[in-house]
């Protein structure tokens, strides 16, 4: 009997099981590299945990609600053009916190979220029915760096029990209730502007006054506006006590929720910024090692062109023979390739200021066009965004900003407040 022997094994079930083996390896040592190798709903008191006391529901809802949310595990998010969250522990070093706020003050603006709750893994014994990253809560503190913090940001926090009348807390044109008001955490300061109040009169939010000019934060707080247009490269920074305003014991309530994403808007300033919740004070921050540099530029070239020659000898080694690739072209066909490439170069040249103009009479067409005015001036277009948008800023002044803005960060700022408006119309 004779005849060709059927091969062991089947060659596409071999290339597959390369490929995924190939693609778990890759995987396992990027994810090693970035430090994530875990999800972090670790039950503390951030972004990445689904406890009572965590923030993962803000941030959802944040991006539900098209808004750019991240949450950062790198140390060097913290200097980004963004709003970002702080939502530090108990037990953390004051300067640390100080160091960030200095360093941010030109860069964005910076919203801290106080820690109060104790929480603990929900014990085995207990007959509860609970799901990873849940925890008890055992009982409320003020942080212990309070006190440590100097300047601007020396404050005094203490917890009491409201009144059992009225609503727990009223800011920001809303009022509601806390999810416990016999634990409500309250801070005072001479530079505090109160946002939200509890019952008792004392401060639950609210934004620090260290001169700069911050205009919706001061109309927010029913306060004069103090200071001009040339202090507006200053950020401010919002301070929230009262945690069960923004955790995921406060988001039950709908009031709460739409108090938070109030908050949050009011300290953009005006802006339409990424949103950054900051998980490195939590200790969720990538560790850095030789896989953590080969991730990172300018290693990161070299590594992906490893990547690549491996994948090219592992099919060269499958496939020994096969027609020529046919050669691309040197620039390829498209309008996003064509935006690119003058992006770059207008970036290279380093005429950015050059796109002041043109992009101003851009963005009066779309915001004409959203209000329905064709052929519309500035004062037309001014008096229908009063009537649409009453507590905006107001088209022309932006406008002429944009046009007068020279540097990159007064460019992009100016763009954002105009880009805000049209959002804000569109909805």
């Known amino acids: 009997m004779s005849g060709k022997a059927a091969p062991a094994f089947n060659p596409k079930v071999m290339l597959a099981l390369v490929l995924f083996g190939a693609a778990a390896f890759f995987a396992t040592l990027y994810f090693i590299g970035t430090g994530q190798t875990g999800n972090g709903n670790n039950g503390g008191g951030h972004a990445a945990a689904k406890g009572l006391n965590g923030y993962a529901a803000i941030a959802e809802m944040l991006e539900d609600d098209d808004y750019d949310v991240s949450l950062s595990r790198s140390p060097s998010a913290l200097n980004n053009y963004s709003l970002l969250i702080l939502t530090p522990p108990a037990f953390m070093d004051a ?3 100080e160091k960030v706020i200095e360093e941010r003050q030109f860069e964005g603006p910076t919203l801290i979220i106080l820690p109060k709750w104790s929480a603990s893994r929900i014990p085995d014994e207990w007959d509860v029915e609970s799901e990873t990253g849940w925890v008890a809560l055992n009982g409320p503190s003020e942080p212990n760096w309070l006190e440590d913090l100097e300047g601007d940001l020396a404050i005094e926090g203490s917890v009491t029990e409201l009144a059992k009348k009225g609503a727990d807390w009223r800011g ?8 416990d008001r016999t634990k409500s955490l309250s801070i005072t300061g001479d530079k505090i502007v109160p946002l939200v109040k509890d ?13 700069g000019y911050y205009p919706d934060l001061a109309q927010a707080a029913g306060r004069p506006v103090v200071g001009t247009d040339e202090d507006y490269d200053q950020w401010g920074v919002v301070i929230v006590a009262e945690p069960d305003l923004f955790n995921n014991y406060g988001m039950a309530d709908p009031k709460r929720a739409k108090l938070a994403r109030k908050i949050v808007d009011i300290s953009m300033e005006g802006g339409d910024l990424p949103v950054v919740f900051d998980l490195t004070q939590s200790g969720l921050s990538g560790t850095q090692n ?7 530029p300018p290693f990161l070239a070299a590594t992906l062109c490893l990547m690549i020659a491996m994948l090219v000898v592992g099919w060269r080694a499958f496939r020994r023979f096969g027609p020529p690739a046919a050669e691309g072209r040197a620039i390829a066909f498209g309008k996003r390739r064509l935006v690119a490439n003058s992006a770059s170069l207008i970036q290279r040249t380093k005429r950015l200021h050059l796109l002041s103009g043109p992009y101003a009479d851009m963005m009066r067409g779309r915001i004409a066009a959203a209000l329905g005015l064709r052929r519309a001036n500035d004062a037309q277009i001014d008096a229908a965004m009063n009537r649409r948008l009453p507590d905006g800023p107001t088209f022309s002044h932006s406008l002429n900003q944009l046009r007068a803005a020279r540097t990159t960060p007064e460019l992009l700022r100016a763009a954002g407040v105009l880009r805000s408006l049209e959002r804000k119309l569109s909805r």
Request: no cysteine; net charge negative; charged share 25%.
């Open 290 to 296: 030789l896989l953590t540099l080969a991730l990172k």
């Open 199 to 211: 019952s008792d009169g004392e401060t639950l939010a609210g934004y620090v006054d260290d001169g």
């Open 95 to 97: 300067e640390e916190l």
């Open 172 to 179: 920001l044109g809303l009022s509601g209730n806390l999810p």
